[in-house]
């Protein structure tokens, strides 16, 4: 099992919090860049390392589900020399460091940008910024998650092209009006994703009434390849149990659509450790009324 040592061999560590979902940021794409992106053909960077999973996948995910715009993958170090191009769309993956974190915490993002003559990364034209992993948590944590999330890239993208407020679409929240879906569908979680109180099937009964089957990363794997229908995952991000800095993060996908149907983090302290927790249960049910 590989970990993420080196994100991109140029990349810059990220200290302003702009790609991160909440934060005050000013090169979100414009309705424009928007529309330019659907005439563009998207670049999908690979990380440096080449003996990640994450170069495989992404590379098999994009011919099996990728379908707005035409692609092609390239090495990191052609990023440099075309990211400045504004007919062309790029996937790559980010050392992030958030500007509100207390702590020195850094975190791994997927981005999806537009290509602009800028001085750095930060300023690329933003269409959405996925937050995958902290630096350093064993990629498999995530990988096998990575389909969904790029039919969820898409999904987002449509919406961006049709929005007549493009801000509603960027704050990844929003799109927990969608929760209520997951009334009938079965949410796929593994045990370690979960937060003490609600680490059993017992315990989240007494606060969801969902349908819910705790399974294994293999099991969840093959729900997201096969996509099974009515079937939501968790993707629970955390620097692990014993780690009390940074945020958790939790987002829930539906393995068929791509649907994001709960999107939410919280800063890890005692009173709060990592994992879904009984309040994000009910924070979902809520749009069920």
Same mark, same amino acid.
């Given at each position: 099992?590989?970990?993420?040592?080196?994100?991109?061999?140029?990349?810059?560590?990220?200290?302003?919090?702009?790609?991160?979902?909440?934060?005050?940021?000013?090169?979100?794409?414009?309705?424009? &860049?928007?529309?330019?992106?659907?005439?563009?053909?998207?670049?999908?960077?690979?990380?440096?390392? &080449?003996?990640?999973?994450?170069?495989?996948?992404?590379?098999?995910?994009?011919?099996?589900?990728?379908?707005?715009?035409?692609?092609?993958?390239?090495?990191?170090?052609?990023?440099?020399?075309?990211?400045?191009?504004?007919?062309?769309?790029?996937?790559?993956?980010?050392?992030?460091?958030?500007?509100?974190?207390?702590?020195?915490?850094?975190?791994?993002?997927?981005?999806?940008?537009?290509?602009?003559?800028?001085?750095?990364?930060?300023?690329?034209?933003?269409?959405?910024?996925?937050?995958?992993?902290?630096?350093?948590?064993?990629?498999?944590?995530?990988?096998?998650?990575?389909?969904?999330?790029?039919?969820?890239?898409?999904?987002?993208?449509?919406?961006?092209?049709?929005?007549?407020?493009?801000?509603?679409?960027?704050?990844?929240?929003?799109?927990?009006?969608?929760?209520?879906?997951?009334?009938?569908?079965?949410?796929?979680? &593994?045990?370690?994703?979960?937060?003490?109180?609600?680490?059993?099937?017992?315990?989240?009964?007494?606060?969801?009434?969902?349908?819910?089957?705790?399974?294994?990363?293999?099991?969840?794997?093959?729900?997201?390849?096969?996509?099974?229908?009515?079937?939501?995952?968790?993707?629970?991000?955390?620097?692990?149990?014993?780690?009390?800095?940074?945020?958790?993060?939790?987002?829930?996908?539906?393995?068929?659509?791509?649907?994001?149907?709960?999107?939410?983090? &919280?800063?890890?302290?005692?009173?709060?450790?990592?994992?879904?927790?009984?309040?994000?249960?009910?924070?979902?049910?809520?749009?069920?009324?």
């Amino acid at each position: 099992m590989k970990k993420i040592l080196i994100i991109m061999g140029f990349a810059l560590v990220m200290t302003s919090g702009l790609f991160a979902q909440g934060a005050q940021r000013t090169n979100y794409a414009d309705k424009k &860049q928007v529309e330019d992106f659907f005439k563009s053909k998207t670049m999908v960077v690979l990380d440096a390392n &080449q003996m990640i999973g994450y170069n495989i996948v992404i590379n098999d995910a994009m011919k099996k589900y990728w379908t707005i715009t035409p692609f092609e993958v390239i090495k990191s170090d052609e990023f440099d020399k075309t990211s400045k191009n504004s007919e062309l769309s790029f996937i790559f993956l980010s050392k992030v460091q958030l500007e509100k974190d207390k702590e020195e915490v850094f975190y791994l993002y997927m981005n999806f940008v537009m290509g602009a003559d800028v001085k750095d990364l930060v300023g690329l034209p933003e269409l959405l910024s996925i937050p995958l992993a902290y630096e350093g948590v064993d990629e498999d944590d995530y990988i096998e998650k990575l389909p969904a999330m790029l039919r969820f890239a898409q999904l987002h993208l449509n919406n961006l092209k049709t929005a007549k407020n493009l801000k509603k679409f960027y704050f990844l929240k929003n799109y927990n009006a969608d929760s209520k879906l997951l009334k009938n569908m079965t949410l796929l979680l &593994q045990e370690s994703d979960l937060s003490k109180e609600v680490n059993s099937l017992q315990k989240i009964k007494t606060v969801y009434p969902g349908a819910v089957k705790i399974v294994s990363a293999e099991e969840i794997a093959k729900a997201v390849e096969n996509k099974t229908p009515k079937t939501a995952v968790l993707h629970q991000i955390s620097p692990g149990p014993d780690d009390n800095k940074g945020r958790f993060y939790c987002q829930i996908y539906d393995v068929d659509s791509g649907k994001l149907y709960y999107y939410d983090h &919280q800063n890890i302290s005692q009173r709060r450790p990592v994992g879904m927790s009984a309040n994000d249960f009910r924070k979902i049910c809520k749009k069920w009324k």
